[in-house]
């Protein structure tokens, strides 16, 4: 199926919305082939930044997504709470919804499920904490709240494409060497 644009179709793009586009392009891109739904949702949120939508801090307003309160403070939660649980129930309590409904809006807000996000936070402090500490993968996988390091290792390998003992060694050494220079 192709899409036939027409000369109207942009004309209210701004070459402001430009970082946005190319993250969440980006985004899908990387989503593709693990997750086509969460693809399909940053392609859509670049659609609607190129139709003239409005955007909040960098996310394309998208009706039933979550209020721009409600995002920076479930993020600031997630952040602080990876080393450990983090429920559905507990992120919707805490910005006042229903669980059915905060995973709805979530969605639509970050463009992929509420575990799906923990868990690529989960990876991100991992990776951080892999480059800047000697610390056994096993300690850094309790650290990022996995439940143990074959969890962690199963779940960096389907979003990274390597183990973390391969990526850190291939990581590890250009830090070295970075600090070395």
């Known amino acids: 199926m192709t899409y036939q644009a027409s000369a109207s179709t942009f004309a209210s ?7 946005v586009i190319a993250e969440l392009l980006a985004n899908a891109q990387k ?44 993020e600031a939660f997630i952040e602080e709470n990876l080393d450990g649980g983090i429920t559905i129930d507990s992120m919707a309590a805490l910005v006042r919804l229903s669980a059915g409904h905060f995973g709805r809006a979530f969605k639509d807000s970050f463009g992929e499920t ?11 402090r991992a990776k951080r904490l892999m480059l800047s500490t000697r610390e056994p993968l096993s300690q850094i996988a309790i650290a990022c709240g996995f439940a143990d390091q074959a969890h962690f290792s199963n779940l960096f390998r389907k979003q990274v494409g390597s183990t973390p003992n391969a990526w850190r060694r291939t990581n590890w050494v250009e830090t070295e060497l970075a600090q070395a220079a």
């Open 114 to 124: 509420p575990h799906a996000y923990v868990m690529h936070r989960r990876v991100e």
């Open 13 to 19: 793009y701004s070459a402001a919305g430009a970082p």
């Open 31 to 74: 989503t593709l082939e693990s997750d086509l739904d969460a693809a399909r949702s940053y392609v859509a949120r670049v659609a609607a930044l190129l139709n003239g939508e409005t955007s909040v801090e960098g996310r394309a307003a998208i009706s039933g997504g979550l209020a721009p309160w409600q995002a920076k403070k479930v």
